[in-house]
């Protein structure tokens, strides 16, 4: 029972310290408006109720609605994150038909997600949310983060190859610990994941917000740090 209400009580910090990020991310969009701050800010906020949701269900509430969320909200993490860091390419055409894709295919899983019934006794032991999700949602998420994913370290990598910058290394430290939440499952750490999330996001965050500026040609318009 302690062990449960420590861990209840730090996903909870977890969840208020992306609440805090999330606003801070909107904030500076607010006083400098652009696409790529607006993607790291609603990417903070995905991440922010899905913490919210683990959060939720490790304390005792645990329903269908509840898990759809999660499943989806899982998969638009990373892809609404992309979005941020495919400016880093510098190509306007495959940013264009990138966001086309990715806001199509999030928008295909959250019909999926709200038409799907999802057995909530078989996706959730302990507490903690473990089990997977019928297969077209298993099929719908990987469309959205298997590119995602994919887009985030070649924007890592072309910004690393262009200038060594502590803020790269970031970026690549925190879609690699992201990549590893499956291993967490399968090692049978499946609470290891939810911290995995958080230090991955932040992590992320601190790296892309900074790497447009990589590029002083484009400083004026994609900076979103000062």
């Not at 911290?195 to 447009?212: K, N, Q, R, T």
Request: aromatic letters at 8%; glycine letters at 10%; charged letters at 10%.
């Amino acid at each position: 029972m302690i062990v449960g209400d420590i861990l209840t009580g730090s996903l909870g910090l977890l969840t208020a310290a992306l609440v805090v990020l999330t606003v801070r991310g909107f904030q500076r969009f607010r006083e400098r408006p652009n696409r790529v701050q607006l993607a790291w800010s609603s990417g903070l906020a995905l991440a922010a109720a899905a913490m919210a949701i683990e959060t939720i269900v490790y304390a005792g509430v645990t329903n269908g609605p509840l898990l759809a969320a999660y499943v989806f909200l899982s998969a638009a993490i990373v892809g609404v994150l992309s979005l941020g860091a495919v400016r880093v390419l510098h190509r306007p055409r495959l940013e264009a038909g990138y966001a086309y894709f990715t806001l199509g295919a999030c928008a295909a899983l959250a019909v999926a997600c709200a038409v799907i019934p999802l057995d909530a006794a078989g996706m959730v032991s302990g507490g903690i949310i473990t089990g997977n999700p019928p297969l077209v949602l298993l099929v719908l998420s990987t469309l959205i983060t298997g590119p995602a994913t994919v887009l985030l370290l070649l924007s890592a990598a072309y910004s690393l190859r262009r200038t060594w910058r502590w803020q790269t290394m970031l970026m690549i430290a925190g879609a690699l610990v992201l990549g590893a939440g499956g291993t967490l499952y399968i090692a049978s750490f499946p609470i290891a994941l939810y911290y995995a999330e958080f230090l991955g996001i932040v992590l992320l965050f601190l790296g892309l917000i900074s790497l447009p500026k990589t590029d002083p040609a484009h400083a004026g318009t994609l900076a979103t740090t000062s």
